[in-house]
């Protein structure tokens, strides 16, 4: 008889509270997840409610859109973040909420770690004494270095940052030119030959001494 009554008043607050659960009204709530400075959305956080085991994240742009009832809480979490939380109302007169979320940086503080090449500081000195180093650099007799070995050193350099932009930037005048119409042949330019006949004038090729 006692498992019965048990039984029955357990029937009675399930009912109750599957009623209460469906009186609450659905909400789809929808927003923009941006960062501290609000100036780039924030793609990949994890929108959900913890009670009901439903959730969404955010697309590339920091959009989100979810169904959730009135009166849940909705988590916001993203690894390297604060989590966030935002509690739908209890009693809504639309259907909808729009939000604006912003993430705050969790910054944590860790100790300083020290990196050594080797176990300790004895054995680095140690090594560095043992070390057998002889400098590749010939100097000449003033001091500085010889021609050979200059050349040696431009042959094996890479080359700089404003070289590689210039190499960059003249590839794309001539894949440009190359699309739009053909290559200037300064072979037949009247203008290449007026230089070049002032070039002849002047003197520049001359073999100079």
């Not at 029955?8 to 709530?29: D, G, H, M, P, Y």
């Not at 994890?46 to 979810?66: A, M, Q």
Request: no cysteine; aromatic share 10%; hydrophobic share 40%.
């Amino acid at each position: 008889m006692a498992l019965l009554l048990v039984g029955f008043f357990f029937f009675l607050s399930t009912q109750e509270s599957s009623a209460q659960e469906k009186e609450r009204k659905v909400i789809q709530l929808s927003g923009i997840i941006l960062n501290a400075d609000s100036t780039d959305a924030v793609p990949g956080v994890n929108v959900y409610v913890p009670k009901k085991g439903r959730g969404t994240s955010s697309g590339r742009y920091g959009y989100f859109s979810l169904p959730v009832l009135e009166g849940d809480s909705v988590i916001f979490s993203f690894i390297g973040m604060q989590r966030q939380t935002y509690k739908v109302p209890a009693v809504m007169n639309e259907d909808k909420i729009s939000l604006i979320v912003t993430m705050q940086t969790d910054e944590i503080a860790l100790a300083e770690i020290e990196v050594m090449p080797f176990p300790t500081e004895e054995e680095f000195k140690r090594q560095l004494l043992a070390m057998n180093y002889d400098a590749p650099m010939a100097m000449d007799a003033r001091g500085s270095l010889s021609p050979e070995t200059l050349l040696r050193y431009a042959e094996g350099m890479q080359a700089s940052g404003n070289e590689n932009w210039r190499n960059f930037q003249q590839g794309q005048v001539m894949q440009i030119q190359d699309r739009y119409g053909p290559r200037p042949f300064t072979l037949v330019d009247p203008f290449a030959w007026s230089r070049f006949i002032q070039s002849i004038k002047r003197g520049d090729l001359k073999k100079r001494d």
